[in-house]
């Protein structure tokens, strides 16, 4: 059984950093992409970033690129993604995901909550 954790969640200031961390479990873990995605209440889910299994390809959403970084250490099997300059409207719940076929993902964590206060 596939599962996936999340966490590293908190409030922070505008301008402020934070890492979010994220593991799967229950299949190799480097075999498999990984991604980030968020979500406002009464909004989309939104594509934050994803990475390739060996952590050679990546990918982010516009209103995050140049600000976020996504990496993976395959031998911790852990997915971090790395948010810096973060604005009041990053504020969100952060959702980890494994994929299992190319970049389509089905396995989803609980979410870790980012506020970011003005």
């Known amino acids: 059984q596939v599962q996936v954790f999340e966490f590293g969640g908190a409030l922070v200031q505008a301008g402020d950093s934070l890492r979010l961390s994220c593991t799967a479990t229950?299949?190799?873990?480097?075999?498999?992409?990984m991604g980030w995605f968020r979500q406002v209440p009464g909004k989309q889910r939104e594509f934050v970033a994803q990475?390739?299994?060996?952590?050679?390809?990546?990918e982010y959403g516009d209103s995050v690129e140049g600000r976020f970084t996504i990496a993976r250490d395959n031998g911790k099997k852990l997915v971090y993604l790395q948010m810096n300059d973060l604005k009041p409207e990053d504020t969100a719940l952060y959702y980890c995901?494994?994929?299992?076929?190319?970049?389509?993902?089905?396995?989803w964590g609980q979410g870790t909550q980012v506020t970011v206060s003005s």
């Open positions: 995901a494994q994929a299992s076929i190319g970049y389509d993902f089905d396995y």
């Open positions: 229950g299949r190799s873990f480097s075999t498999y992409a």
């Open positions: 990475i390739s299994n060996a952590g050679i390809f990546t």
